[in-house]
């Protein structure tokens, strides 16, 4: 298949891009900036936001993949958050008049979208049936509504072209956690090392997590079933409280420390990092009903297990980076 990755070139697309192009299909990735990418991946550069000579990828293509938008790893500035809005609505927009515009369009159409779209709560899961979409609750940060709401545009944004002849699946993707440098299980990892991985604010708030192997083989039935259209949970089916999925990260990492943080002390860290607490501090209690219905079986279900797959391999990645 011809695979097209706009945004391709950060952690979730690196692990998207390269599980593809190891399986022997055309991957092209759209990015802003040329850059030198793994064999079996072709690069085109676009602006984002317009149509131009990167479209002629999308006519004729089999899957379009748009994982493009700001990183959330940022301080929530007013300036930041209107960036990230624009840059996930321009992108997908683009996408959309790109299709439109195709003689022979995708006949999948999958679009990134969060677990952040749902209600901050403990009380249940949010599945895409009886979830609970955030906004407007009591006592929540005007910046996490803003988060909401950058899903809610971002999702329908993928709606807005007429395109009868592609399937659109919006994907509200949970942490996605992999051994690569840099991402949230780097960062996770990073804190229990240190013995900061303690309960943030009591530790009662849920995180909804997926191991990067089952979020591209979540991918694969995206792409293969052509009976699923819509929004549909990318999370294993055990999300767990902070302070739990920390306690199991450090057992992983040989059963470190982990020193509990306030809600003020969680404020300064993410101010030192140049984050922002919503990534700590919200719950995302996220479950997968779709995949789960549609008969998907998860290689790594629970976190334990998930843990210490990860760290195995983040230290087979070590030993091999320092030899």
């Known amino acids: 298949m011809r695979i097209v990755i706009p945004g391709g070139t950060g952690q979730v697309g690196g692990l998207l891009r390269r599980w593809y192009a190891a399986a022997g299909h055309d991957v092209v990735v759209l990015s802003r900036h040329r850059e030198t990418l ?20 999308l006519d004729g293509a089999d899957v379009v993949v748009n994982l493009a938008g700001r990183s959330v790893s940022c301080r929530y500035t007013e300036d930041n958050l209107r960036q990230m809005m624009d840059s996930r609505v321009d992108s997908t927009r683009a ?29 249940a899961p949010n599945d895409e049936a009886t979830g609970v979409i955030g906004g407007n609750e009591p006592g929540v940060p005007s910046y996490w509504e803003y988060s909401v709401r950058i899903a809610r545009n971002w999702e ?92 199991e990260l450090r057992r992983a990492w ?17 101010w030192v990092l140049r984050t922002d607490t ?11 009903g779709r995949l789960l219905e549609a008969g998907f079986s998860f290689d790594y279900p629970d976190w334990p297990g998930a843990a210490t797959d990860l760290v195995v391999a983040s230290q087979s990645r070590a030993a091999t980076a320092a030899s």
């Open 95 to 123: 996408v959309g008049r790109a299709l439109e515009l195709a003689a022979r369009p995708p006949a999948v159409w999958l679009q990134m979208s969060t677990a952040t779209i749902y209600a901050d709560r403990r009380d």
């Open 156 to 247: 329908a944004a993928q709606q807005e072209a007429t395109l009868p002849r592609t399937r659109r699946v919006a994907m509200r993707a949970a942490m996605v956690m992999s051994p690569d440098r840099g991402g949230v299980f780097d960062y996770l990892s990073w804190l229990a090392r240190l013995g900061l991985g303690g309960p943030v604010a009591g530790g009662g708030q849920y995180v909804s997590w997926i191991h990067a192997r089952d979020f591209c083989r979540a991918v694969d039935l995206l792409v293969e079933r052509d009976d699923l259209a819509g929004p549909v949970n990318l999370a294993a089916p055990e999300p767990l409280p902070q302070r739990e999925l920390m306690r």
């Open 254 to 270: 040989g059963g470190r420390p982990g020193l509990p943080a306030t809600r003020t002390m969680a404020a300064i860290g993410a």
């Open 38 to 57: 793994e064999p079996g991946v072709r690069h085109r550069v676009w602006d984002g936001h317009s149509v131009g000579a990167w479209a002629e990828e």
């Open 278 to 288: 919503e990534l700590l501090l919200k719950s995302r209690r996220v479950v997968p």
